[in-house]
T-cell receptor, first 109, second 115 residues
Framework: KNEVEQSPQNLTAQEGEFITINCSYS?????LHWLQQHPGGGIVSLFM???GKKKHGRLIATINIQEKHSSLHITASHPRDSAVYIC???????????FGTGTSLTVIP | KAGVTQTPRYLIKTRGQQVTLSCSPI?????VSWYQQTPGQGLQFLFE???????NKGNFPGRFSGRQFSNSRSEMNVSTLELGDSALYLC??????????????FGEGSRLTVL
């Protein structure tokens, strides 16, 4: 049983397209993180949120606590956005930290 | 401002050996957390340290342990290595404890191969 589910697993988009990646979770959380991992392993934190919506450049993250769902949107996608996007949650119970399996995004010029 | 530094970056060990990995957090950060990433299991949480105390622990056997020093640098140790321990081990630092108080800053990872 996975506490965090992401969809889609793989996504190919044309440059300029609007992209949405979804994350659903089954545990009570105090925070949700969106992470980006490029080939080679380095992970960058994109957002940490516990309610509402955050925006940074072309990236937007939203969370609906009642529905236990979050989305990551990329507007005007670019080939440099190609990476794996990972959703992670900090659970109330035991202060555990759970990861989704990631969404592999490829943006074609 | 220097980022999170992990050493060594690559290492090869044989079954039954033990290994120690090091993580130096960003200056001023007091929380260090550790993660294992494998192709089969993905990313999994190992443990978090804050002010030299382990705050929480993931679902890993006792062979996996860690500690944090007074300067916030952290080490993790894996004893009696198994083939399945081959993985990328990542650490992350943040200002405060709890993995819900601020952004996490990740190191580049230590890639362990067990033969």
């Amino acid at each position: 049983k996975n506490e965090v589910e992401q969809s889609p697993q793989n996504l190919t988009a044309q440059e300029g397209e609007f992209i949405t990646i979804n994350c659903s979770y089954s545990v009570g959380i105090s925070a949700l993180h969106w992470l980006q991992q490029h080939p080679g392993g380095g992970i960058v934190s994109l957002f940490m949120l516990s309610s509402g919506k955050k925006k940074h450049g072309r990236l937007i993250a939203t969370i609906n606590i009642q529905e236990k769902h979050s989305s990551l949107h990329i507007t005007a996608s670019h080939p440099r956005d190609s990476a794996v996007y990972i959703c992670a949650v900090t659970a109330y119970t035991g202060n555990q930290f759970y990861f989704g399996t990631g969404t592999s995004l490829t943006v074609i010029p | 401002k220097a980022g999170v530094t992990q050493t060594p970056r690559y290492l090869i060990k044989t079954r039954g050996q033990q290994v120690t990995l090091s993580c130096s957090p960003i200056s001023g950060h007091r929380s260090v957390s550790w993660y294992q990433q494998t192709p089969g299991q993905g990313l999994q949480f190992l443990f978090e340290y804050f002010s030299e105390t382990q705050r929480n622990k993931g679902n890993f056997p006792g062979r996996f342990s860690g500690r944090q020093f007074s300067n916030s640098r952290s080490e993790m140790n894996v004893s009696t290595l198994e083939l399945g321990d081959s993985a990328l081990y990542l650490c992350a630092s943040s200002l405060e404890a709890g993995l819900n108080t601020g952004e996490l800053f990740f190191g580049e990872g230590s890639r362990l191969t067990v033969l």
